[in-house]
């Protein structure tokens, strides 16, 4: 498939990803589009000429919306039906539709550098797991020594935890330093500030399709078609703060200040080629044989490539680029996202259209493919250094985070983007 | 102030009180109400009709719609207005434009056995609390002994996590016994089924107001004008998924099930009167002083008297009423609503219009006190009685708990109504 406009085939923003996301213009409110090369294509133009349209008589419009949640309802028929149809639409050999009206091309096309992106959905609920079995180990062996670094239920479920919605925000959002209680003295009261610990998570997350009813789990075998697109996640943390809230209920305010994600859902379908088999769970490989309602037939793992980057102030004032500091997987997971939403609805939980379910940091087995500074500076103890003489152990105020992330197989590349952020001081 | 409608004084639905919720009726969709007696005043039909309204020009209508989210969002003073407005309005002394307009009086008064109750608001974020010190020391007690039962963190912070918003649910509706994992054998590897331990918790939650935006905290001392009323929580609970996942992350599947709210959401102005002085927090009283941004001059407490009644299925057919098992107040809250969100959003995390906090379970001293059949039946190991010989330790499939509570001090009665649910028969 070749596509009309002209595009750089290497970016991995080519036919075969065509990301949804939702961008305003100058001229134009929040609309869902899809991202071709250096182009945003607006669906919501589209839809309301005829030349694409979801499947289904009578069907109400989807695409003149801030959110890509009443698209992200209609299921994977539907997805597949309006990706096939694009793909027809966008490419030299296909439809002429679009192609060959200039009028209405002029109106549906616009030039990436012209558009502000939004959230892609109205999150209902976004939840955090904790799937990396490399992460877990090295946080439980630093906070608990190496024989009981995993815990006893950690290779039996996808261990997760309910996270903040309302603080999940788009790509290029400032996060201000939180402040809040930290505990630095063991032998003396807490005290409130800044925190001084500020990390990242590298993970990946994903974004619910239809989702089920209250008391109807979704099996894992159905589970895929429950699930839109995935994103990049930078789950901020302060550790400082964290560390002294988080027994017995687990993470609050040391994660609920901010979550960053990518603007764009790549979608499942654009994945299918990246997927992979996972590392063994049973016991040939050595690991608890998974209770049959997660016991998963079809690859479990994607192959997305990941990487972190930073750029402090000094950097950025001295025209250097950020540099990278991490590279990852998303192999590195040990539960897939089907298991974690089988897991997560087993009790009869409901998930909704737009619900966001990240992965958890996602860490390899050596300390250059680590997803947090936490980890890669091993609490602070090991700084990294960067370009101009500078180093870091967790994050400084003006430094500037970026993840990225790419699937690459045979030839064909399906890109992420990015999901970047910079560190603002605290305001108390 | 008393009503023109004929009502009982003494049921906690007079002028004093007008709480606020979402009904339907055969004829209606929803809309927002006020309770009063044993009817309910439609305010859509009164905001249409220019009867009441609210202060500002150009005000765009708030009660024509299935959730009290546009009305929470404006703040106390337009509460204040229209709660003054409609104590006017529904008074033998006041205005006479709801009094003697007979076709209005027909149009907008509704007697509450023709209607249905729907969840108060669109829920964005679901917060749970754990603050009262009775319970953490019980809970504490049973897991890790009586010397190390509140954890550290406790009296210096109100403790809490995100739970799930999607499976809220008003009064009323059933909730499906939820099936998970579950270790009850130490040297085992963990099950799968349908919870055994399936338990309640009592609380008391507040819906947030105006709220604030991410990265600007609200001051302890600006807390109670984010607070738009209270409702009853039932945190239904199953203790052994619970036991098994919450470690390191918190409560996950043990809870995210079902969490049952009362439908009628009493303001914060209704419960001004019931205000005392809490526990002293501070070394006088031999708890550590809160750090400043904690620390609240207004009282904290409020004076609720709270019940949990259970009736079996055998009950239910031979006639006997429910009975009550435990009797609390929410003056065995040590960390007040004011504190609650002024810890939450002291990191910078947004609150938005609508999000609910609960006060996690709400215990007192003695045994009959408790707030969870955890508690109640300590483990398990002290069966309740109830009529007809029957025992239990927690609920069985059909088992139905009412949760109430009302507010009585100086002949004046504030009633919150109540939360029910029936257990149903797990589905797998």
Redesign the interface.
């Known amino acids: 498939m070749t596509p009309f406009l002209d595009i750089d085939p290497d970016t991995g923003f080519g036919l075969e990803n065509l990301p949804y996301g939702v961008f305003s213009t100058d001229k134009e409110p929040p609309r869902v589009g899809v991202r071709l090369g250096e182009f945003v294509v607006d669906l919501a133009v589209l839809e309301s000429h005829g030349v694409v349209g979801v499947p289904g008589a009578g069907r109400q419009p989807v695409f003149d919306k801030g959110s890509l949640n009443a698209f992200m309802a209609l299921g994977p028929d539907v997805w597949e039906a309006v990706r096939s149809h694009l793909q027809e639409l966008l490419s030299t050999e296909g439809s002429p539709a679009l192609r060959d009206a200039a009028t209405l091309r002029q109106r549906a096309i616009v030039p990436l550098a012209n558009v502000t992106m939004h959230l892609p959905a109205r999150i ?2 976004y939840t955090d797991f ?1 799937s990396s079995r490399q992460h877990a180990t090295n946080v439980g062996t630093m906070f608990r020594g190496p024989e009981n670094a995993l ?3 950690w290779l ?2 996808p ?9 999940v ?1 788009v790509s290029g959002t400032d996060v ?1 330093r ?4 930290q ?1 630095p003295d063991d032998d003396a ?4 500030g800044p925190s001084k610990l500020l990390d990242i998570e590298l993970e990946l997350g994903f974004f619910v399709g239809p989702g089920n009813a ?4 979704i099996p894992v075998e159905e589970a895929s078609r429950h699930i839109f697109g995935f994103v990049l996640v930078n789950d901020w943390s ?1 550790r400082d ?1 964290q560390k ?11 994660k ?3 979550t960053s994600i990518s603007p764009w859902v790549v979608p499942t379908a654009a994945l299918a080629p990246f997927r992979v088999e996972g590392e063994p769970q049973g016991a040939e490989a050595g690991n ?1 044989e998974p ?3 997660l016991r998963q037939s079809e690859p479990r793992s994607l192959d997305v490539d990941l990487a972190v980057a930073l750029e402090t102030t000094a950097m950025r004032e001295g025209g250097t680029a950020p540099e990278i500091v991490a590279r990852s997987n998303a192999t590195n997971l040990y539960w897939s996202p089907e298991q974690q939403l089988a ?2 609805t ?7 259209p737009g ?1 966001l379910m990240a992965s958890g940091t996602i860490s390899g087995e050596e300390k250059g493919t680590y997803g947090s500074f936490l980890e890669l500076t091993w609490r602070g103890s090991e700084p990294i250094d960067l370009p101009g003489g500078e180093t870091r152990t967790f994050l400084q105020d003006g430094d500037r985070v970026v993840l990225s992330g790419e699937a690459s197989r045979d030839g064909r590349r399906v890109g992420f983007g990015e999901v970047s952020g910079t560190i603002r001081p605290s ?2």
């Open positions: 209902g609920d904790y815990m006893p239920n039996h479920l261990v997760g935890y309910h996270g903040r919605a309302s603080s925000v201000v939180p402040s809040g209680q505990k009261p807490p005290v409130f209250l008391g109807e789990p302060a703060i002294w809230e988080y027994v017995p209920l687990g993470p609050f305010l040391g609920s200040f901010a608890p209770l049959p309602y897991h997560h087993v009790n009869g939980c409901n998930a909704r619900d305001r108390t």
